[in-house]
Structures are given as C-alpha cells and as structure tokens.
C-alpha cells in the first residue's frame, strides 16, 4: 500500500546509488517539506480555535478533504473498525466500487483514507453504513468524539447466568433451567457480536464476529447450553479488555500532551493577572509561571529567572538555569524561581504539540514488519479457510461423522482470524514511539524504529556535534612582519559579519576592538570569508585557501602543523599579497560525547567524523572522542560521497547540524539532527530528531530499536505458535470451541501486552 498525501514514508532504499536511487533519496527531503504544508493547514485550522493535539481526544483528528487532479481524498473514521475482519469487510465493499481509486487503512486510528472520483464521497459513505458502521467525517477540524462507552452491567449479568447455567447442569437440575439461563445469557451480552457476525455473512465475509456467532447458535441446537453461554461471555469479555489496552496504546501519545497544563496565568491589557484556557493564549502575551508550576506554552523569558526540568521534552532531568531572554517549553517544570515570558507559539503549535504532531504522523504510516504481516495475513486466513472446509467435507466422506468434523472445521474458522497477528505490530510500533519520544529522541517513522537496530555506520559532524560547538581563541600571531593590532582589528571586522563557530570565536576574542565597515562580503564554502575593507580585499580563512591562493609557505605550514596537532583550527588573515596574522581556536569535546561513541562501539556501531576542518585537527580531536575514523576537508559534496558510500555496506546513518551537512543528512538511511528543541525545521525535515545534543541518545535510540524488534518478533512467534497449537489439537479432536476462542483472545490480550511493556522502559 503506498499513501496519497505524503504521510506515508515509504522505505528507503538502503543500498545502492546511481541515479535512480539518488532521485528516489532526494524526494525524501520533498515529502518532508510537503509534510510541512500540512502542518500549516493544520496550524490553520487552530487558528480557529480548535486545537487538535489537546488531551480531550484519545484519536488524532482527520485532516481535511484533498482534492487532486480527478479524484478527492477523503479522511474517514470508523468507530468500530478496528480489527483485519473488519477491513477487509470494508475492503471487499469499496474495492468494488469503480469510482473508488484506492484504500488505505489505520486500525490504531480507525481511520480510512479513501482515495475516490469528485462525486462519489457519498456512494462510498453509503457503502460504509450499509455494512453496519458510522463513518464520520473531518468536520472543519472539530476533535474526535471519544468511542462510545458501553455499559459493563450486561456482559456481568451474563457471565452470572452463565455460571447459573453451568451449575445447574452441574448439579442434575432440569436441563429447561439451564438452556433459559443460557440463552439469556447470550442475549444480554451476544446481540452486537451477533449483528456484526450478520452483516459479515451478508457480505459474504466470515469475520470473527461471524464464526462466533455460528459455533454459539450451533452449540444452543446442540444442547451444550452452559457452553454456548460460556464462550460467548468469554468473548465479549476478551474484545472488552482488548479494545482497552488499545485504547492505551493510543493514549501513549496523546498522553505526552497532558504533560502541558491546561490553564496559564496571562496578564490582562489592564495589568491584572488571570488564569485562562492555555488553548485562548495568543502569541505576545505575557504568562506568568509560579516555582513548581509547568510551563504551558512556548515562549521567551522576559524577566525573572529560574532552573527548569526540560525532561518531558529532552529526556534529560538536570535542571537548565534559564534568564531573561532564554526560550522556555511548553511541558517543561519549573523548578524554582518564578519568572513572566512571552508566548511566542500559541498551545497548538508548541515545540510538545509538534512532536506529538510527528509521532502520530510516524504511527500512520506503516512500518516495514506491519507491511509484511498484513501481507501474510491476506494468505493465511484463506488457507485455513481452505483447510477448514476440506475438514468439513473430506473426511465424512470416509467416516460419515459429519457433526463433529464440521465442529472441527468451525474451530479452525476461529483460529483462521489473523487478529492477534496483525495488531500486534502497530501497537508494538506506537509503544516504542512513545517511549522514544519521552526520552527525547523523536522517531519520523516506524521504519526507521525498525532499521535503526541494523546500523552499521554512523558519520558524525564534528563542530557542535562532538564537540561543544562554541570554540575560544587560544592563539593570535602577527606572519610577514605585519602588526598584530591592526590585524586583529581586520579579522574581527570580517570575523563579526559570519556565525560560523570559527569566525565568532574570533570576533569574541577581539570584543573591545571597533568593527571597520566591510564592503562585498562573502562566504567562501569550506574555506572563510573575504571582504573590502577601505577599499582594499582581505580574507580570513584556513589552510585550504592559502595554498589555493598560492600565499602558502613551508614555514607557514610547519606552524599550523603544530597548533593542528594540538586539535586546534586555524585561519589566516591574508590581503592581496601575502598572510598578515594567524588565529587558533580550539574547541572542546562534549563528555557525552565520548561515552556515545564508546556505547556505540559496544553496540557494534562503527563511527566515522565528517568534518570541513582540515584532517590534523581532525585527527587530533578524534583521538579524543575515541571515533573510529575522522575524516577531515570534507565538503557537503564529500560527506554526501562518503554516507554514499558507507550506505553500500549497511545501514547509515548521519549527525549533523542540518545547515552543510544537509545533502549527507538527506542521504543517510536514517538521519538525525540534533538540539531539534527550539528548531522547527530539525523536527520536521530530520528521519529522527534529538530533542537536546547529548549524543548518547544515539546508542538510546539504537538499544530501543533492538527491544521493539524484539518485541516484534515475539509477538508474531506468539500469535502464529498459539495458533499452530491449536490447530494441530483440533486435528487431533483434542480442540473445542472453548479453547480456540480463548487461544485467539489470549493471543490477541499477549501481544498488545507484550507490545505495550515497551512503554515502560
Ligand atoms: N565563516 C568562516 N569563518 C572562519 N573560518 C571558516 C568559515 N567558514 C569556513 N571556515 C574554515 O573552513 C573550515 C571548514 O568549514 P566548514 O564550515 O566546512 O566545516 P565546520 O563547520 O567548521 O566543521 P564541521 O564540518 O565539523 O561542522 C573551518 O574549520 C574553518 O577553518
Ligand atoms: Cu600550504
């Protein structure tokens, strides 16, 4: 299945180039901004005050209709789809229809996406409530209406007279007792079951509801009464507690948006203070947040000062002081001052509501393992159908027990429901999204959840990624006899114009020295800056560009060997003829850092630093993180070649700050930016996102991926071994009813259990 609209992140290649693969990679970044249109028709339509993200609903809103060229995609929810009998009820109905153009379907959400011709929408509606569910529409953007609650008392009076019933027949009492405590037993609990089980077979579908149906009425003419009412309480218990742990597994997500208070104290246009819905809070107010109180929206600190927990968005616990003019978190704890900011991102459209955002995007498209088991199940339930029938028909022939061979093959059609087995995945997926995104580490997707436990390399920028990115001057020489004064003040004047780390450690170093005026400016790639000033051309820039520029000396090298050996980076000052001072700067590795790429290795994770400083320093400063390749003088074109071509021997992935490592990032099977915090583009053009720059939540992320694949698997060998028990016992005439809806209920409680612990870690 592939999506319309961009939502769905199909699999990235992950091996291989050329031009096919490279132009297939680079539409990636442009699904990317796509999503980002989205986000602001999304932004829109809070703007009208509803917000989507808020704690009310448990389902994600729908987006709007999109109308494409000839046909509309329309977002439909269905309540009571939430299982593969019913899509494929569904999927029987509307595949039918010609004018509809495609299906794509989310049972963790209950919504369809159909893509279908202009005029067809209601058609297609139609089609829907004739099989017995309510689709409800995207009404202008109004938030999903809470499944509806049905009440307990029904299914506990039926399982009391289903016990009536079987101690009756336990105890020799006349059997008319039993069969009228059974058969009320059934009614009070068993009339939706047996109205969906209705509506399948009509539509020629036998669904789970179906099956359930069939063996309960055929044990009632049977005369098993207790059986009957045991089996069908049982069920309708099961579907009970199984709808419950999805509905958990849905909250997973939304559940991160509670961690934002409802309400902000806002200062009125009169100066007085007022508590109101953080929903009614408009960009430019002024909230004021007491010691102990959460941060409600995003903002910016205008006075006061405080330390405050960003733990529900970075993950990490210790405290940040933060002061006048700091940006605060939606989310984030205050821990003790008291200060007022300024909202700068109304509840709808803060940092927490777009990662929330995100990872409910992430879980609608379908993960790899998810593909794979919707596949299989389309094959094996028709080939225990098959089965089923075969014992239906075949051996009666031989032993004329027709009865008990057609319960048997009634007891296959239960084992042949593929529920267990396919949602388990999904569950399995959004717990491993969630658990992520409380630590931080926002996930685009579960293929990425899934691939990042296979990779092999990862590149790493250097400046700001291993190290603190903020570099101090530790050296200024004057070369050529010129005066260092004057050449200082030169630098710095280019130096002020540039925010590449290298220049501002420069510009910072001469803070008292007056800037001159700078004419024609420009940034050399990978090199530095030059510019005019009073009227005459200067550069400031590394080795690189004094030996291209022929200004290079042995003596000039022999010096920047030195101070590069020492990990320092240096730039030169140089006019039209010759080099008049050089500057060194020497940054200092993050201690995170270092524990990241030492965990990395453990978990068998090669690391390879990229980076445009020249290749001494780099060698300098990889000794030092311990990395196990540094590579330096590297352009975005040569840090695109090298992800290349560590991608031909696994998976890849890429760190960098976003701005030159862009292309590699795009390339990278998976690519991560970092301190994503306060950036939105990070968060949304990023495959995974980490909310803070501490490095180890690279080996997190990787040992996360490890245990939702674990998860995975176990899950699928549950669902299928259960089944292949039950199937062999019932062959074997050691199986009834009983037990095959036990096994497949059980299976189905196991697996979302099983997927749900990953929450917990
Ligand atoms: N604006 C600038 N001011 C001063 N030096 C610069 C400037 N731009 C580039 N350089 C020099 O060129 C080198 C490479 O720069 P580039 O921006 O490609 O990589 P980087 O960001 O320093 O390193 P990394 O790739 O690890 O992030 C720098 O180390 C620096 O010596
Ligand atoms: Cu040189």
Redesign the pocket.
Known sequence: MSSCCGHDHEQKPTSGSGAAGSTLRYRKVGEHRHDHDHDHDHDHDHAHGEACCAPAGVLQPLAASVAGADSVTTQIRIGEMDCPTEEALIRKKLGGMTTVRRLEFNLMQRVLTVVHAPEALDAVLAAIRSLGFTPELPEAGVAPSPAVKKPWWPLALAGVLAVGAEVIEWAGLPTWIAALLAIAAVLSCGLTTYRKGWVAIRNGNLNINALMSIAVTGALILGQWPEAAMVMVLFTLAELIEAKSLDRARNAIAGLMDLAPERATVRQSDGRWAEVDAKTVAVGDVVRVKPGERVALDGEIVSGSSTINQAPITGESLPVEKGEGDSVFAGTINESGSFEYRVTAAAANTTLARIIHAVEEAQGAKAPTQRFVDQFARIYTPIVFAVALLVAVVPPLFDGAWLAWIYKALVLLVIACPCALVISTPVTIVSGLAAAARRGILIKGGVYLEEGRKLKTLAL?????LTHGKPEQTESEAWNGGDLGAATALAASL?GR??????QA?ARAAAGVAHAEVEGFE???????RGEIDGKAYW???H??VHEQGRCSTELEARLDVLERQGK???MLVDAERVLALFAVADTVKDSSRQAVAELHALGVKTV??????PH?AEAIAAQVGVTEARG????QD?LTAVEQFGREGITGMV??G???APALARADIGFAMGAMGTDTAIETADVALMDDDLRKLPAFVRLSRATHAVLVQNIVLALGIKAVFLALTLAGLGTMWMAVFADVGASLLVVGNGLRLLRR
Do not use: W
């Not at 920028?461 to 990624?465: A, L, N, P, S, Y």
């Not at 003088?633 to 975005?636: A, C, H, K, S, V």
């Open positions: 920028d250097k400046t700001g990624t130096a540039s925010d590449h780390p290298v220049s420069i940034a050399l790639l990978g090199r530095g800056v400031l820039g590394n690189r560009m980076t240096v730039v630093m990229l980076t445009g400083d020249n320093t003088d590297q352009l975005p840090k960098g700050d701005i030159n490592d």
